[in-house]
């Protein structure tokens, strides 16, 4: 399994409410996406950068998505570059279904 978090910063920042009316917009693109098996939205606390926790079923599938037509969107859309760094995650603690997964 991997990890993809992106980060970008925003030109002004933004309130919670903002954030979610504009994460909300953006979700039906991230729907039924291959391999893509969770996205979190995140904005961090002063409002300033945005981003997101992705879980892919393999880096291939990340990579599919983050292509320079995901970047043109993003710039776009927040008027900035953003960041993906990737993380291979060899164990999952799920607290809600009680089990320990490997990958």
């Not at 729907?31 to 893509?36: A, F, I, R, S, Y």
């Not at 996205?39 to 992705?54: F, Q």
């Not at 998505?65 to 927040?78: C, I, N, S």
């Amino acid at each position: 399994m991997i990890i993809a978090i992106t980060a970008f910063a925003l030109p002004t920042p933004i309130t919670h409410g903002e954030a979610r009316a504009i994460f909300l917009s953006t979700a039906p693109t991230y729907q039924d996406v291959p391999g893509l098996l969770r996205k979190h939205y995140v904005l961090s606390e002063d409002g300033a950068t945005a981003g997101g926790v992705y879980v892919w079923n393999a880096r291939a599938d990340a990579e599919a998505m983050y292509t320079e037509a995901w970047r043109a969107f993003v710039r776009e859309k927040y008027g900035t570059e953003p960041t993906v760094t990737y993380f291979d995650s060899p164990v999952l603690v799920d607290n809600v279904a009680q089990k320990v997964f490997t990958y």
